[in-house]
């Protein structure tokens, strides 16, 4: 048999079965595949919110602990409550227990707040969590 004789034959066997998409508008079916990304303003203001708080951390702040800090990621969770922070410690050799980093980070929890509101211009932002990653 020729190739075109051959996929001709193969493709008539597949339209003779009945699969669980025939007798959907192809249409419909696009559309409820097309949107599969869930929270994509959350995604957003956590790539915004990841970078506001790099330049602070790396600048503002007048604490050297803060200099040390890296921020891995920003992301929000399921309901939009919270934006989860995560944190690495550049250099190893600080002296400073991870509640010690965690408890300074979370005194100026309302200050990077704000400057994330004002940078995304929104009036509202999640509260911010924070995690030390090792």
């Known amino acids: 048999m020729k190739l ?3 996929w001709f034959n193969e493709a008539r066997q597949l339209c003779a079965d009945i ?3 025939d007798g959907i508008d ?3 079916a696009a559309r409820a595949v097309g949107r599969k990304t869930k ?3 959350g995604r ?3 790539k915004e ?3 506001v708080l790099s330049m602070i951390f790396a600048g503002e702040l007048s604490d050297p602990i803060f200099r040390d800090l890296v921020v891995i990621g920003v992301t929000p969770t399921d309901d939009g409550q919270f934006l989860i922070v995560s944190l690495a410690l550049i250099d190893d ?3 400073t227990s991870e509640a010690r980093i965690l408890e300074k980070c979370c005194a100026v929890n309302g200050y990077l707040r704000s400057a994330i509101a ?3 211009n929104r009036k509202r932002v999640p509260m911010l969590k924070f995690e030390l990653l090792q």
């Open 49 to 51: 919110a990841r970078h």
């Open 39 to 41: 929270n994509h303003k």
């Open 19 to 21: 699969g669980p998409e």
């Open 26 to 28: 192809p249409r419909l």
């Open 4 to 6: 075109s004789k051959e």
């Open 93 to 95: 050799s600080i002296e």
């Open 118 to 120: 004002w940078s995304v």
């Open 44 to 46: 957003q203001l956590g």
